[in-house]
């Protein structure tokens, strides 16, 4: 069980606030018929404040390895040949063993750390007016039929607050239509 903290804040000004408004829906959408193998597009509420920052967070929902190491992955963790563990006359294993010893523990670090990175932060003024108030946004480079999990973060002035994440999946490579 995740434990929450809440902040109490009470004060006659408005300027004080530290923290940015949120909208009264903080879900994350997405537009299924603009989606692709290897990218989404979030479309949002936003914020009723002007001067405000949203970033995007994405993070890889069922693999959980980190983001730059994710196209070697496969190639890394091939299992052994059968001539890979041969002994050599002191009965010893081959330095190879120790190599995927570490590739392995190297794997399991990371997908027990869920590395998030950061997508992109900008303010979002002129779109804001000009699609009622919805902010959308298009996230590029993604890799085909994977799970993503997204947080949107807003940043006022001192502090940040998150919309609800959402669980997206990319299409696949090959994709059939009905």
């Known amino acids: 069980m995740q434990s929450r903290s809440m902040i109490l804040l009470a004060t006659n000004s408005l300027t004080k606030f530290p923290f940015p408004r949120l909208p009264s829906d903080k879900s994350i959408r997405v537009m299924e018929t603009l989606k692709q193998c290897d990218s989404v597009t979030l479309v949002w509420n936003a914020s009723p404040d002007d001067r405000v920052t949203y970033c995007i967070l994405q993070r890889d929902a069922k693999y959980g390895h980190g983001f730059e190491e994710s196209k070697h992955l496969c190639q890394k963790i091939k299992p052994p040949t059968i001539n890979r563990r041969s002994s050599n006359a002191n009965n010893t294993y081959d330095d190879n063993?120790?190599?995927?010893?570490e590739i392995l523990n190297d794997r399991?670090?990371?997908?027990?750390?869920?590395?998030?990175r950061r997508v992109l932060c900008r303010r979002y003024r002129t779109q804001k007016r000009i699609n009622n108030d919805l902010i959308m946004q298009q996230i590029k480079k993604l890799q085909p039929g994977r799970q993503y999990i997204f947080t949107i973060t807003i940043k006022g002035r001192k502090n940040q607050l998150n919309y609800e994440q959402i669980y997206v999946d990319t299409k696949h490579k090959y994709f059939l239509p009905h």
Do not use: Q, V
């Open 97 to 101: 063993d120790n190599d995927i010893d």
């Open 108 to 116: 399991y670090l990371n997908e027990h750390s869920y590395p998030t």
